[in-house]
């Protein structure tokens, strides 16, 4: 009977204990599904809002992508339309160096003038001259310049072409119909600072028995060229410094071509000053009859 009643007691006290703990569990059950349900409600808002700004990025993106090949075809564009304007305006300072009355005597007019920088002091110097006229005939002078600049003793001095080139040179002889090129080396003394070159070419006598002389100035930077910059190499166990090749090899003498064909556009526009005065050694005298 004591064992029946004591039995009773402990299965009381068990199913108290499971009653317990299944009121307990149900309460955090219901606790815990009140605080998930907020949160799962608050990450599907989220989860929206992350498309609606993830669409709107892609559309912004798509925007951006065409405005960024609109403005590359612009800079395109751009430059294209800078290149032509730039060669437009050598067309034109081409043009305007042809057609300026005080660039050009008896239909010749100078196409360019250099002088480029070589070793000790010696340039080397080249002309070209054009025949413009619409009636050409054969152009016989001669051509000729002077340096003008200070000295080591900081004297301002005029130095000839017969004092400059390499041979003794002092005219240069001109028999062309299209154009000619003149190549030669001259020698500055040492220390000078050269300031601007004087070009003088005196033309034969024409048809009507009148010579003309025709004088240009430039400034020595319109017309010096520097030798360029060494480019340095770097390797990993010395350093190699080569120097490009600025033109082909100068002869020491003055050398003229002339051609048969038009010469290209020129390449520097001088400061010109004209003395179309005749010269009185070239003068010569034609009976018409």
């Known amino acids: 009977m004591k064992k029946l009643i004591r039995y009773t007691w402990w299965v009381m006290l068990v199913g108290l204990g ?35 700004l993830s669409s709107q990025l892609a559309v912004k993106n798509t925007a951006l992508e065409t405005e960024q090949v609109a403005l590359a075809a612009i800079t395109q564009n751009l430059t294209q339309s800078q290149n032509e304007i730039f060669e437009l305006r050598k067309e034109l300072a081409f043009y305007q160096k ?3 009355p005080e660039l050009m005597v ?12 070589n070793e000790n002091q010696v340039l080397r110097y080249r002309l070209v001259l054009v025949q413009l006229a619409k009636e050409r005939g054969v152009i016989k002078g ?7 600049g200070v000295n080591q003793q900081q004297e301002t001095v005029t130095l000839p072409l017969a004092e400059l080139s390499l041979n003794k040179t002092a005219d240069i002889p001109l028999d062309f119909t299209y154009f000619q090129v003149i190549e030669g080396e001259i020698q500055l003394p040492e220390g000078m600072t050269v300031a601007n070159v004087k070009l003088t070419i005196n033309l ?15 400034l ?8 360029p910059d060494p480019v340095v190499l770097p390797t990993a166990d010395l350093t190699v410094t080569t120097m490009p090749e600025v033109a082909a090899e100068p002869s020491i003498s003055p050398s003229m071509e002339s051609s048969t064909e038009p010469s290209g556009k020129p390449t520097n526009a001088p400061k010109a000053e004209v003395s179309a005065e005749p010269q009185k050694d070239a003068m010569t005298t034609t009976d018409p009859t």
Not at 106 to 117: K, M, R, T
């Open 18 to 52: 499971l009653s317990v703990g299944f009121l307990t569990g149900q309460k955090g059950y219901q606790d815990t599904t009140a605080i998930i349900e907020p949160l799962q409600l608050n990450i599907a808002a989220l989860n929206e809002k992350n498309n609606e």
């Open 98 to 100: 042809v057609l300026s």
């Open 106 to 117: 008896g239909g010749v007019a100078i196409d360019s003038l250099n002088f480029y920088a």
């Open 142 to 148: 001669s051509s000729t310049f002077e340096i003008n």
């Open 204 to 218: 034969d006598s024409d048809n009507r028995g009148k010579a003309q002389s025709w004088s240009a100035d430039y």
């Open 220 to 227: 020595w930077s319109e017309v010096y060229v520097p030798l």
